[in-house]
């Protein structure tokens, strides 16, 4: 008997080592996933420290002094306040409008910032040159925090201002 074809066993290892490259594939995809996600997280953080560091320097358009950073009165003005940020950097992976927060505490930790930030958040805290909580536009904010959390390692960190 001259038979042709596979044997049963012959399948079975083959459809089993395929299912491991199969899972192996798509553990490495969410990772990479992850890890670019994380990533925009960064950048988004980056630009909106770098327009707020502009808004120090420059004020918005002339209707502010310069030499102070926005108060917490710029959650929900972002876009007008700092003039040239992209939409987008405003906006945290996945989220479709602005995830900047305001922080609620002038405590200047990662772990004691409250709210904590989320994957999908990000925590503004502007302090006036005593170290409390600039609320209001008519305090001088002398520096600022951003806090923002990541994915890949489930920590909090944070971007300080440059001029302190």
Known sequence: MNRRGFTIIELVIVIT??????????????????NARD?????????IALNIETFYTSGT???ATTGRYPSLAIIGQEQTLLRDIDPKS?????ATSSSLIPALNNLQTTIDIDPQPSVSEYVYQPLQSDGSLCT???????KFNLYYGLEGDETVYLVSSKNQ
């Not at 080592?17 to 992850?34: K, M, R």
């Not at 925009?40 to 630009?47: G, H, L, M, V, Y």
């Not at 405003?90 to 996945?94: F, R, V």
Request: charged share 20%.
């Open 39 to 47: 990533s925009e997280r960064k950048s988004d953080i980056e630009a």
């Open 17 to 34: 080592i395929l299912g491991i490259l199969l899972i192996l594939a798509v553990v490495n995809l969410s990772g990479t996933q992850v």
């Open 136 to 142: 209001t536009e008519a305090q001088e904010c002398r």
């Open 61 to 63: 358009d002339g209707s």
């Open 90 to 94: 405003l906006a945290a992976p996945g």
